[in-house]
């Protein structure tokens, strides 16, 4: 059985790459970030995010909305929300999976929309829940036999 719990994350334009790098942090068997270290390690996974764009650019590009150049300099904010690419991104930065969840509206039920990393394993990935608003939180799971 997989138990699930949601720990809440800042809405201040970081939430993505907060929840990342907290779920980074208890994976590796660190303790939980504090607020302000969590933010720092945010702004740091950010830069390096977009210098992992800008280095796998031509695998990259076609999928990014519109200019590259506009959207890297756009990323580069720190109040700009993340999303798929740097989730992407993210993933290859820290060499850890990371698995996407969202509430179904219907069945109120949590599923997985989206995995990335999966080269780097399976096993224990970084969870986050993505809110149809455009909010990450870090999804905690625990796995009973």
Not at 103 to 129: C, F, H, M, T, W
Request: charged share 30%; glycine share 8%; aromatic share 10%.
């Amino acid at each position: 059985m997989i138990l699930l719990w949601k720990t809440g994350i800042a809405g201040d334009g970081r939430c993505m790459f907060r929840s990342v790098v907290h779920g980074a942090c208890l994976r590796s068997g660190r303790s939980v970030p504090t607020e302000n270290v969590t933010k720092e390690l945010a702004d740091d996974l950010r830069t390096k995010v977009v210098n992992e764009l800008i280095k796998r650019r031509a695998e990259t590009e076609w999928f990014l909305e519109g200019d590259f150049e506009t959207y890297v300099s756009h990323m580069q904010r720190s109040h700009v929300w993340g999303g798929e690419p740097e989730l992407l991104m993210s993933s290859h930065v820290l060499k850890v999976p990371i698995t996407v969840y969202m509430r179904d509206k219907k069945s109120k039920s949590i599923k997985v929309v989206a995995e990335y990393g999966q080269e780097y394993g399976k096993e224990n990935p970084v969870s986050v829940l993505y809110h149809d608003y455009g909010h990450y939180d870090l999804l905690k799971t625990e796995i009973y036999n």
